[in-house]
C-alpha cells in the first residue's frame, strides 16, 4: 500500500473514531469532569505502553522548558474537553461539533493579538463569512437559554483549543506520542479537586464508555492521527478533518435522533469553508516529517502547524 493511500486510510479511521466520541460521552452517564479525569487516566495509560513499546522514552528530546510547554498546553486542552463535553451536555453533540470547529478563526485572532501577526483581507472575509455561519447555525431565539449555554461552552472550548495549539507548535523534536501523554498526565492533579467519585462509582456499563474514551479516542486515535500526518500533504489531511463533524452529525441522529433545523444547515457549508480556506492559507510544510510536537489533544484533536498547518479537528 502506497504511503499516501495508507496514510489517508489512517487517518480517515480516526476522524470516524472522533465523531463517535460524543456518544462515549453521553452514554458514559459521568458528568464532563469526571469524563475527562477518566479520559486522561486510561489515555495515559495508552500512550505510555505505546510509548514504552516502540522506544521513545530512550532520547526523548524533553528539556524543561519543552516540559513546561507541554504541561500547559495540557491545562488549555483538558478545561476544552471539559467545557466541549458540558456543551454536548447543553444541547446536542451536532450543535456543539459546528460550533466548535470555530477553532481556526481563534487561532488567526489569537495570532494577530498575541504575536501582532497580519491578517489579511481575504482571512477578514472569512472570519466575516464563518460569523454568518455560526450566527445561522446558533439558531438561538429570545429565551432559549439552554443552546445560549451550549454555544458558550462550545466558544470557549474552541479558544482553549487555539490557546493550546499555539503552546504546543512551539514544541520541536519531541515526539507528538510523549507531548500527548505529558498533556493527559497533567490532567489528573488538574482535575481531581473537581472530580466526584462517589458519583461515577455505580456507574457499571459506563466503565466500559469511559475506558473506551482513553483506550480508543485517546490512545488509539492519536496513533493513527500521528502516522497519518507524516504521510499526507496539508491539503488532504484539511479535506480528511471534516469527516469529523460529518460522522459526528450523523451519529447524533442516528442514536439520540437529534438534527439541525434547515436554518442551521445552511450555516454549516460556511464554517466548513470558511475554515477550510482560513487553513490553507497557513504557512507550513506539505509534508512534515520526523519528530515534531503533538496536535493538544482535544476531543478529538487538531494538529498545530508544527504538525501541520490543517488544524485537524478530532476532539
Known sequence: MRNETRGTAELTLAMVLSGTLGIFVVESGASPFEVVFFRCLFGAVALGAYSLARGYFTGHGLTPRKLGLAALGGV?????????FEAYEATSISFATVVYHTQPFFLVVLGAVLFRE???????????????????VSGIRPGDTASLKGLGFALAAA????????????????RPHLVALVQVLVGLPLLLPFADFGAVAGLGAGWAWLAGLGLIHT?????LMYAAYQKLPTAKIAVLAFTYPAV??????????????LVQALGVPLIV???LKVTLSAKGPERPRGRVAAPAPRTAAHAPEAVSPAATRSA
Open 76 to 84: 488549555f486542552i483538558v478545561f476544552n474537553w471539559v467545557f466541549l
Open 118 to 136: 497580519r491578517i489579511t483581507a481575504a482571512k477578514f472575509g472569512w472570519l466575516g463569512l464563518a460569523f454568518v455561519g455560526l450566527v445561522l
Open 159 to 174: 479558544v482553549l483549543y487555539a490557546l493550546s495549539t499555539i503552546v504546543t507548535k512551539r514544541i520541536t523534536g519531541v
Open 219 to 223: 490512545g488509539l486515535m492519536y496513533v
Open 248 to 261: 459526528a452529525m450523523v451519529a447524533d441522529w442516528a442514536v439520540y435522533g437529534h438534527h439541525i433545523g
Open 273 to 275: 469553508l470558511a475554515s
